[in-house]
DNA sequence: TCTGGGGTCCTTCAACGT
DNA sequence: TCTGACGTTGAAGGACCC
């Protein structure tokens, strides 16, 4: 589902369809998550910042990611998916990988493209969304395959095929080379696939290492094993937070640490892990990174323990000149039982006293921080004063249901209509208004959603071989 | 003018145990 | 007791992906 988020909100908001959205952070130090097809006619793209694209589109829409309504839209999609093949594995929301030959559901080329088609018009009719649909032998060419396709199309690269045409394709094509190693062979001379394979492998492993260039020579040569893996587990959670402005002072930034200390358990604890290995991650005012990390003795999924850790780490980091972002993660994942809680609670009880005082902490966040109504819509935050994000939902007692076009100076302006309406009126609020509320996303479908230009897709399959 | 958030995997180096 | 070889683990950083 290529451009996923921007054709999303276009289902949901008739008055963007065919218009240019942008999707992603809208603080000062946002970056684009997805760019409409509109949108990136003027050259707005992915990672791209906020205010680059606001100077190259200044009459997009920018509107604020909704997670939720993205999960329920990919939700839909996996299902059909599964319906194929008990072999998927989700690369992200809007992309999978589906083993066709494990499900049993082809065979040959021609029953393949049938069942692809068939996905690609059951994804329209369940999601009100186009996908594109990637065919081949492998993982790595049904993703090339996939990108060929878009927009909403259908690509499939027949067997014996694979060489000839990757030989012209640029390095960049191939998975695993992104800016740094495609400049890295370019100084070697190599920027396409075809001079990789007749570099061969021993200069590919000079030049990158044994795992990398092992793996991008097989890939050059179209060769690639990898099978289809349903179920990954996960190895690492962590939460991180970029802020507004660089924070100097040393309480806060200690106060920040234990926050995000308690959000990365609370994820654990969600996912059913505990872990050993606490991270701490520091972006500095120059943007340089560096982390921190300690092993404990044991798993553990105790916000205490990992809140003391994580300001342990932060002991032995100079942040004078001020961050920029900070995180704390957990590696080393094992599950938790009920026992190992109980466990944990009552060496807690007898290990006496000393965890107690820290809790004290960070009641204030003092300073500007606060990236954008915290919008991880994972738990209800601490209660803020109300903030009407870009593109959320809304409920108003009289007109109905609408969606916040923007917000500012205590007024609220939000357009009415829904995914099946026609694109609707705007109408300005004041932000406390009371009969202005919050609202959920509305079905994207029973809204006969016509031509609009929505994206495409990174339905992969992959008929391993 | 800048550069998010959540992950994965690989490499290098140091410490440690056998 | 000292030394070297080797494997494992941990720490830190970098590249990449969506």
């Given amino acids: 589902m290529d451009a996923f988020y921007a054709s999303a909100e276009q289902a949901a908001k008739p008055s963007l369809r065919g218009k240019a959205v942008v999707v992603g952070g ?22 791209m910042p906020m205010g680059q694209a606001r ?18 839209i990919s939700e839909q999609v996996m299902g059909l ?38 996905l690609r018009s059951d994804i329209r009719a369940v999601t009100g969304l186009t996908g594109s649909v990637g065919l081949a032998a492998s993982k790595m060419l049904a993703k090339i395959a996939s990108e060929e ?32 190693t495609g400049d890295h062979l370019r100084r070697a001379g190599i920027t396409t696939v075809e001079e990789i394979a007749e570099a061969g492998e021993d200069e590919l492993v000079r030049l990158l290492g044994k795992a990398h260039g092992g793996s991008l020579y097989a890939m ?10 349903a179920e990954r587990e996960s ?41 050993r290995t606490i991270v701490l991650k520091v972006r500095r005012f120059d943007f340089s990174t560096l982390t921190r990390s300690e092993t404990l ?28 972002l900070l995180g704390v993660g957990v590696s080393g994942l094992a599950d938790y039982t009920q026992e190992d809680l109980f466990a944990q609670a009552q060496a807690e009880a007898e290990a006496v006293e000393p965890v107690g005082e820290a809790d004290e902490g960070a009641p204030g966040q003092a300073g500007a921080g606060e990236p954008e109504g915290g919008s991880r819509a994972e738990e209800p935050a601490v209660p803020v004063e109300r903030r009407w994000a870009a593109g959320h939902d809304v409920r108003h007692a009289e007109y109905g249901h609408g969606w916040v076009q923007g917000s500012g100076l205590g007024r ?11 694109p609707g009126r705007v109408r300005t609020f004041r932000t406390d208004d009371p009969e202005l509320t919050p609202a959920e996303p509305l079905p994207l479908v029973g809204a006969g959603s016509c031509g609009e230009e929505v994206g495409a897709a990174g339905v992969v399959t992959g008929a391993g071989g």
Avoid: W
Avoid at 161 to 169: H, K, S
Avoid at 307 to 316: F, H, I, K, P, V
């Fill in 149 to 180: 396709a878009k927009p909403d199309g259908l690509r499939l690269i027949a067997p014996g095929t694979e060489r000839a045409l990757l030989g012209p394709m640029s390095v960049r094509t191939l998975p695993g080379v992104g800016p740094a």
């Fill in 235 to 275: 190895k690492s959670v962590s939460v991180e937070d970029t802020y507004d402005v660089d924070i100097h002072d040393r309480v806060r930034i200690r106060g920040e640490v234990a926050r995000l200390a308690d959000r990365c358990v609370q994820r654990l604890r969600a996912a059913g892990h505990s872990g």
């Fill in 81 to 118: 998916l599964r319906e194929l093949s008990p072999l998927v594995e989700p690369l992200s929301l809007d992309e999978a990988f589906v083993d066709l030959e494990a499900g049993g559901v082809a065979d040959d080329e021609a029953s393949a493209r049938a069942v692809g088609e068939r």
């Fill in 220 to 229: 050059a040569l179209a060769l690639d094993e990898r099978p289809v893996v």
């Fill in 297 to 324: 003795r044991g798993p553990t999924d105790d916000p205490g323990v990992v809140r003391e850790a994580a300001a342990r780490l932060l002991e032995s980091v100079d942040t004078t000149g001020g961050v920029r």
């Fill in 412 to 422: 609220v302006t939000v357009r009415f209509e829904t995914p099946g309406s026609a």
């Fill in 26 to 47: 809208l603080g000062p130090r946002g970056v684009v998550a997805t760019a409409s097809y509109e949108a990136r006619r003027f050259g707005v793209h992915s990672a």
């Fill in 55 to 72: 100077r190259l589109a200044p009459n997009a829409a920018y509107l604020v990611p909704r997670f939720g309504l993205y999960r329920v």
